[in-house]
């Protein structure tokens, strides 16, 4: 409930600032300065990894809990591939600046009072930038902290399923909820768990060949869709060209220097950050999504939420990324 609150008030923030452009009181350019100086986990990764006092025992503790793809137990966590997850070994690697010197101009300021002054309340313009920066910082704020519950109920699945079970790590991913209650108050016996693996695998396979719209509006949406190409929210206004590769679980390979394509934007993938990436295109994922936020305040050029149909047209190649023109093509 605490994260859904304030996703929302994030939702509602970001939402203020495009209606402040869209009415010519904020530039896209400041809009950009401004999300880039709200303080979140990304610059508390990005700051610990560059303070070399700080044991990776410490940045266990802290950020061990992420994993990409924060509900997927067959990704590792942190914790588990410490080496890989904190790259402290990148000379770009240095504490966040303080950004206190950010201000809003005269005009700028003189259209959130025209703003204000509609609404049936009395709220100061200071008091609204203020709300603009803590609701964007508390939604990224109370993300972090909800995965890192899950994470460690993903471990402990994990445990017992391996060891218990006789389960692969796969094969902890098969089990449902009503399968660990069942177990735990045995009405289940745990023989009968590797048939009912074997039987949900065969299922998800088929489930798998089914394509559904990114939006499902009605019922009949389930038997028949237009597959429309999406609009993608470009990050920054900068343009980059590099190799676009994409990233598999468990990566080993070196990204430093490229275009990375990730399936959401998913604060399991902050390990990114710590790697001296060109650029990041989504397949799912909005203007306030975790990565959209993340990569506004350390200035990465990002085409988030590109859709289905495009991304699954990507292949591997050298790319232009061109946020100003909201563009990217093959080179």
Known sequence: MAFSHAARAGFVAVALLKSFIKQGSLSQDHMLEFQATVPTVAGDFQDALADHSLSIDVLIKQFGHLRPGTYDVNQTAYWEKPDFYFNRQLS???????????????????GFQAFLDALPTE????????YLSQAIQAREKTKFEFSRNLSAALDFLIQYGT????????EVGY??????????TSQLDEKLIPKFVKLRKTASVEQHLAKLPGFICCEDDFFGYEQEKSHAN???????????????????EPIDGKIVAIPNADPGFDWLFSHNIAG????????NSHMAIRCAELSIPAAIGIGDKIYDNLQEGRVILDCHKGRFEYV
Do not use: W
Request: charged share 30%; hydrophobic share 45%; net charge negative.
């Open 123 to 130: 709220i100061e313009v200071d008091e609204l930038i203020r």
């Open 163 to 170: 060891e218990v079970l006789g389960l692969t790590r796969e």
């Open 280 to 287: 990041l295109i989504t397949q799912y994922g909005g203007a």
């Open 234 to 252: 470009f990050i920054t206004r900068l343009s980059v060209v590099a190799e676009l590769v994409f990233i598999k679980a468990n990566q080993n």
């Open 92 to 110: 770009h690697l240095t504490k966040q600046t303080d950004c206190d010197g950010f201000v809003f101009t005269k005009h700028e300021m003189e």
């Open 175 to 184: 089990l449902t909820f009503d399968d660990i209650r069942a177990l735990r």
